[in-house]
């Protein structure tokens, strides 16, 4: 093992490497969720907008905004994004300050974003095969909210935040040691990658 | 010292109470010793044939034979009874209502607005209350992964327009009851004539699709009613004014155009 990897590694578990992917990732949600949520609120006030195929439509008529899954729960899904995201800032940046979040805060977090990331997923498996249009900024949330539950599911096993048994969180803790999330978040989203660039690359490259 | 047997004995024997963090640290930088290395080589197979494969799909994609973009230069040809506006026109020239569509063939909206109103229009116009103003407009060419659906559409129904006159609106409402997925690859040229046929459209002029006569005009009205302050599609007029009700359900459009017809 050579020192410069070594080294690598160690700071991957440090708090300061964790917590910043952790905060950057949460920006970008946040960012794509704005966006998505003001393309909502100005679609909701000009309906004629809303049904209809603008002259400056480029990539799609906006029919990803006004599939029924946009709305799942009666409100633009972007809103879950605002609501939640600054929650995951606050814990990235407080953490980074040197808090100290009690276990079973940790674990409330982790279970509340691992149903956000079931949500992300759906929607993305929605878009891809139900509804069909490319929507690059629920592209974007896919890929920061995989990267958020990443960081938070790393943290909360190498502190033993989830109230796991013993025999489960043993071996995760060895995994982790091992850095084998980082190849199995690696290898996730190269997959997601792929998925995407099968589907669109015609759209992509030309 | 090494020997078998001291190897034995470590093993088997207790080592002195570690930290935690310790451990962590250790079995972090001991990758070489963990038994956890068969899985970092399988993920780094893994790996690099994933990054292999989307770079070979990227490659694939943009070598892939792009049809020829559809010229829109060339002489322009009006059809038959077109307005100057750029208009289709259909029914009888003294009916009380004029009613201007525009509208894209790749546009889902106008997609729903035919499939609700486009009999109740047919049967409007054929009973001479209407006298349908259609523009078939190309602005949607980008949806149709590089196959320019909107345009070829607009032509094939720039061609029935001209020379059979009496089968557009059966042509127009089956393009829309055959409407493809925003972003696909459009209808084929061959699936387009099929549906002029089965709407009673003669092969004769079917077979003239392929010519694309109409494209300077379809682009030219594309341009003109953009130009004249057009949003989008599908805009609805009704003797020049635009109509506001709800274009998605059957109703509000034809009591529209009865109360026009009084």
Redesign the interface.
């Known amino acids: 093992m050579s020192a410069p990897l070594g080294a690598l590694r160690r700071l991957r578990h440090a708090n300061a490497w964790i917590f910043g992917t952790m905060l950057f990732s949460a920006c970008l949600s946040l960012i794509a969720s704005l966006v998505l949520s003001i393309d909502a609120v100005r679609l909701a006030e000009n309906p004629r907008l809303a049904l209809s195929c603008n002259i400056n439509t480029v990539i799609n008529c906006g029919t990803v905004a006004l599939s029924w899954q946009a709305q799942l729960f009666g409100f633009p899904n972007a809103f879950l994004g605002l609501m939640a995201e600054p929650v995951v800032i606050t814990i990235a940046v407080a953490s980074l300050g040197g808090t100290r979040f009690p276990r079973w805060f940790m674990c409330a977090a982790q279970v509340v974003y691992t149903l956000g990331v079931i949500f992300a997923y759906w929607l993305f498996y929605q878009s891809f095969f139900n509804i069909g249009a490319l929507c690059p900024w629920c592209l974007l949330i896919t890929v920061s909210t995989t990267l958020v539950f990443a960081t938070l599911t790393h943290v909360n096993i190498r502190d033993d935040n989830l109230y796991l048994p013993r025999r489960v969180q043993a071996p995760l803790a060895r995994w982790i040691a091992a850095d084998l999330d980082v190849i199995v978040v690696t290898i996730w989203l190269l997959a997601l990658i792929l998925a995407v660039v099968t589907r669109y690359g015609d759209r992509l490259v030309s | 010292m090494a020997s078998p047997a001291g190897k034995w004995v470590n093993r088997v024997g207790k080592k002195p109470a570690e930290s935690a963090e310790m451990r ?2 250790k ?6 010793r ?1 038994p ?1 290395r068969w ?2 080589i399988v ?2 197979v ?2 690099v044939g ?2 292999v ?2 770079v070979a ?2 490659v ?3 070598n ?1 034979e ?1 049809p020829e973009p559809i010229s829109t230069s060339g002489p322009m040809v009006v059809p038959t009874g077109a307005t100057t506006g750029g208009a289709l026109v259909s029914g009888k020239a003294d009916a009380p209502v004029r009613l201007e569509v525009y509208l ?1 063939y ?5 997609g ?1 607005f035919e499939r609700a109103n486009g009999e109740e229009i047919a049967r409007l116009v054929g009973a001479g209350t209407v006298r349908l103003e259609t523009y078939p407009l190309a ?2 060419d ?2 149709s ?2 196959t320019q659906y909107s345009t070829r559409a607009a032509n094939a129904a720039a061609t029935v327009s001209d020379r059979a006159a009496d089968k557009f609106i059966a042509f127009n409402n089956s393009l829309f009851a055959h409407q493809p ?4 690859e459009g209808l084929t040229d061959d699936a387009i004539a099929s549906l002029a046929r089965d709407a009673g459209v003669p092969a004769e002029v079917t077979d003239a699709f392929g010519d694309r006569t109409f494209v300077p005009w379809v682009a030219d009205s594309t341009k003109k009613a ?1 130009a004249g302050g ?6 609805v007029k009704i003797d020049g004014v635009q109509f ?1 009700g709800d ?2 359900k059957a109703g509000p459009l034809t009591e529209a155009i009865n109360q026009a017809a009084k």
């Not at chain 2, 079995?27 to 070489?32: F, K, L």
């Open positions: 962590k640290g079995a972090a930088i001991a990758g070489a963990s956890a899985p970092l993920g780094g893994v790996i994933l990054l494969a989307i799909t990227l694939v994609s943009a892939k792009k894209d790749m546009c889902p909206y106008c729903q602005f949607l980008e949806a992964s590089g997925a925003e972003g696909g953009f057009l949003q989008g599609t599908p805009t506001t274009l998605y």
